[in-house]
């Protein structure tokens, strides 16, 4: 459970007014259903491409009628606009796999098939997100609860939390630390860099 609030919460009470609860039980209990593609918030990142990119800034959109918010784990919000504006998307709902994280709060993990596959790749884990992370990655692997995620070669990189980053230890490379959310094992990367040209 969160200790204490982040920056992002408080951009939710300030532009919602919806108080996020860190004590709040969770509830891994998942839905199947319509969420409404009104976008209320999203990260402000450059980004280019075209569609669909399977990347960009994160969103949360916002259910105009009962005031409830769902923090979007996997679409961006360049490509949900360019899914509407091509008329990918002609009504005011997708479809999703729905997570409780509290009053007015809700986490959504997108399957609308409307939208090509590439777009729905990127996983945002930030805040409330992260709750469900190893629900989500389970279902979306379809793997057992006898075995940890990060066992799973598919979803390794779901499993693991990043939190630290070197780029002094290995010369034209970023070495990321890392534990494992279920197990805590920890993990070490290095990744080179790539150079300007």
């Known amino acids: 459970m969160k200790e204490t609030k982040t920056l992002w919460d408080a951009v939710v009470e300030l532009t919602t ?6 004590d709040a039980p969770l509830n891994d209990e998942m839905v199947s259903g319509q969420i409404p593609v009104s976008i209320c918030s999203a ?3 450059g980004v280019g491409g075209t569609y669909p990119r399977g ?3 994160y969103i949360s959109t916002r259910c105009n009628k009962t005031g409830t918010i769902y923090s979007i784990v996997n679409l961006s919000y360049e490509d949900l606009t360019d899914a509407i504006r091509l008329g990918v998307i002609t009504d005011d709902t997708i479809e999703a796999d729905i997570y409780d994280a509290g009053d007015k709060l809700k986490v959504a993990f997108v399957t609308d098939k409307r939208l090509p596959a590439k777009c729905l790749e990127p996983e945002w884990w930030y805040n409330e997100r992260s709750q469900f992370r190893s629900a ?7 793997i057992s609860e006898d075995i940890c995620l990060c066992e799973h070669p598919a979803a390794v990189s779901a499993a693991v939390h990043f939190g630290r980053y070197n780029y002094n230890e290995v010369p034209g490379s970023v070495v990321k630390y890392g534990k494992c959310i279920e197990c805590q094992k920890e993990y070490r990367t290095v990744h080179t860099l790539q150079k300007d040209n």
């Open 17 to 22: 007014g919806v108080i996020v609860d860190l």
């Open 43 to 45: 990260s402000l990142v």
């Open 55 to 57: 990347h960009g800034n």
């Open 136 to 142: 989500i990655t389970r279902k979306k692997y379809n």
